[in-house]
């Protein structure tokens, strides 16, 4: 086998301007990834906004059963149980561990899932509860 052959089956070699690029691609990738986090961090830092109208209609509508008193499930009582819901994390969101409040705003604000402030408020109060357990 002759050293010309050799040379065909080598996958080119990054050129000068290549290298750059790359580090540069790289540079960006970790900046957007720390920005993203603190972006993230910032929004833990205040009670979310969700639109619960929809998030309600959709539970009310999967929820109506042959066994449902009518009017007991209804999407405007689901809405005022959310707002409630809301004005007490306005109130109490301070008292919840930043980790906690960081933790479930993302498991409870997944755009792909319903959006709920009676679930935030639950999982908040589940993490206070199981931080003041005996060690």
């Known amino acids: 086998m002759s050293l010309e052959g050799r040379a065909e089956n080598r996958p080119p070699r990054l050129g000068f301007g290549d290298q750059n690029m790359t580090k540069l691609a790289i540079l960006i990738s970790v ?10 961090r910032a ?5 979310p906004t969700y639109d619960v109208r929809k998030s309600c209609k959709t539970d009310t509508q999967a929820y109506q059963g042959p066994g449902t008193a009518p009017g007991s499930n209804t999407a405007s009582a689901c809405v005022a149980d959310e707002q409630t ?6 109130t109490q969101w301070t008292q919840f561990a930043p980790d906690s409040r960081s933790r479930c705003t993302q498991m409870v604000g997944d755009p792909a899932g ?18 003041s357990l005996p060690k």
């Open 85 to 90: 819901a809301r004005a007490t994390l306005v």
């Open 43 to 47: 929004a833990a830092d205040e009670v």
């Open 31 to 40: 900046c957007a990834v720390a920005f993203g986090v603190q972006v993230y």
């Open 114 to 131: 319903p959006q709920s402030y009676v679930e935030l408020l639950t999982c908040l109060q589940m993490a206070k509860d199981v931080k």
